[in-house]
């Protein structure tokens, strides 16, 4: 029989391969076998029980016999898991701000219960290689219940995992919490029910569970970032914890919103880089603000005129402008950095559509089950395929509008009226009259989702 490795088999191998420290003949059997798959694509063998059981774990597949040596690299080479670093567990959409920018300023109100269903997945994402982990909201600081346990969890297994298999070079750990800063320079404030007597207290607390990184949210300069998160005085209480942070024996990040790209745009950028970095004197702002963008322990996203952030739009582009190809876009089908777990357990890439792409939800499938069949997802194959273009013309541009400023927007836009056209049996080169009638509707429902109708 021939066997292979599934895309999270593949990815465990790949994790590995190179990051030996001890001679292979003295590696764990499930190590050599997966590495050993990998470097020869196919495993020839009669099934024993331990192949058996690497298939009941869903690392490795039988393959049906008229797929060909060639098929099965060409999978590895496409393995959507191959450049997945990074998992941001969402676990809450509940926020205490309203920022004009947010988008996720519509979405449903939920926060995640099933911390174990979380640390199993934990246990998965770590056994394969993936070493950062991201918990963003909403404001998980503030609403997401338990989400400390698992940031000690995480801890405890990835200590296990490096004890129990030493001849391996792992990766850092690095467990990141991205917060709006709400809770700084409070006294007595209560943090995902947990009450905390001051920043330091809380800082702490943190420290102590085993975060790594701190990253706030930053919008742009003093004025802007205060004025588009309603809350004057925020982005000095930020300056001022940054040295509070490193003294906690954490690192200080940001999540910053670019907008504008000239030098002069970015340079309050300095201010941040001044207190995360240490500067040599002569270091000019203009190296300060490169190194906090190349700082892969930092994220910077442009705004998107999606949600809360269509009332920003300064309409930089007309539809008109728009290369149809350039509708495709490579994340949903090879993802990279990140993946997402959503609030309500469904595994999402792209952060602009509400884990609406419906890959699999963890509470109700396996999650290895999800990640070795990624593929079979109908806006995976949209993008693969380069079919999102054709749902342009079905866009309703009197309630969408011809102007955007972010091509993520429109395919935000396209994906959701593919994707609900898709689960309605809609053919978008067959529409029928009661299909043109569902098909006002769906436009309806997507300008509700995408913040362009109330
Ligand atoms: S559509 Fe835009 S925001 Fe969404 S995954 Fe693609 S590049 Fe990222």
């Known amino acids: 029989m021939r066997y292979a490795l599934t895309h999270s088999g593949h990815k465990y191998a790949l994790s590995r391969v190179n990051r030996l420290k001890v001679l292979p003949q003295a590696v764990p059997l499930v190590d050599s076998m997966m590495l050993y798959t990998h470097a020869n694509t196919i495993l020839e063998s009669h099934e024993t029980p331990f192949i058996r059981e690497m298939c009941d774990k869903g690392w490795m597949r039988q393959l049906p016999e008229e797929m060909t040596q060639e098929q099965v690299a060409l999978q590895y080479r496409r393995n959507p898991l191959e450049n997945v670093h990074t998992i941001n567990f969402e676990f809450t959409t509940h926020c205490n701000l309203h920022c004009m920018h947010c988008r996720s300023g519509i979405v449903k109100r939920l926060t995640e219960t099933n911390v174990d269903a979380l640390k199993a997945s934990a246990d998965l994402f770590l056994e ?108 000095q209480r930020i300056l001022r914890a940054l040295p ?62 999606i949600n809360n952030a269509v009332q920003l739009s300064e309409s930089h582009f007309h539809l008109s402008q728009l290369p149809t190809e350039s509708l495709r876009c490579k994340a949903f089908f090879r993802p990279s950095p990140k993946l997402s777990v959503a609030a309500s357990g469904e595994i999402s890439i792209c952060p602009l559509m509400n884990a609406a792409e419906k890959y699999g939800n963890l ?20 993008h693969a395929e380069d079919q999102i273009g054709q749902y342009l013309p079905l866009m309703d541009p009197k309630l969408f ?54």
């Open 128 to 235: 394969m290689g993936i070493s950062r982990f991201t918990f963003v909201g909403g404001e998980v600081s503030r609403y997401a219940k338990g989400w400390l346990s698992l940031v000690r969890h995480l801890q405890e297994r990835y200590q296990a995992l490096r004890e129990s298999s030493p001849h391996w070079r792992w990766r850092e750990l690095k467990i990141i919490l991205l917060t709006s800063g709400w809770w700084l320079e409070k006294t007595d404030f209560q943090a995902a029910g947990e009450t905390y007597a001051s920043t330091e207290d809380y800082l702490t607390a943190l420290k102590e569970a085993g975060l790594t990184h701190l990253m706030f949210s930053i919008d742009g300069p003093e004025e802007r970032h205060d004025t588009w998160r309603k809350v004057p005085g925020l982005y």
């Open 363 to 382: 509470h109700q499938k396996p999650l290895i089950d999800i990640l070795n069949n990624l593929d079979d997802n109908f806006i995976f194959k949209l």
């Open 401 to 454: 509008g011809e102007h955007f400023d972010h091509l993520c927007s429109l395919r935000t836009i396209l994906n959701l009226i593919a994707r609900k056209m898709h689960d309605r049996g809609i053919d978008p080169q067959q529409l029928s009259p009661t299909d043109h009638e569902a098909l006002k509707q769906i436009n309806l429902d997507v300008a509700r989702l995408t913040g362009h109708m109330p």
């Open 244 to 305: 509070k942070v490193k003294a906690a024996g954490l690192h200080p990040r940001i999540s910053v919103v670019v907008k504008g790209n000239t030098p002069e745009d970015l340079s309050y950028l300095g201010d941040f880089a001044d207190l995360i970095y240490d500067f040599a004197k002569k270091d000019t702002t203009h190296e300060k603000v490169r190194t906090i963008l190349l700082d892969p322990d930092n994220f910077s996203s442009n705004l998107v005129d």
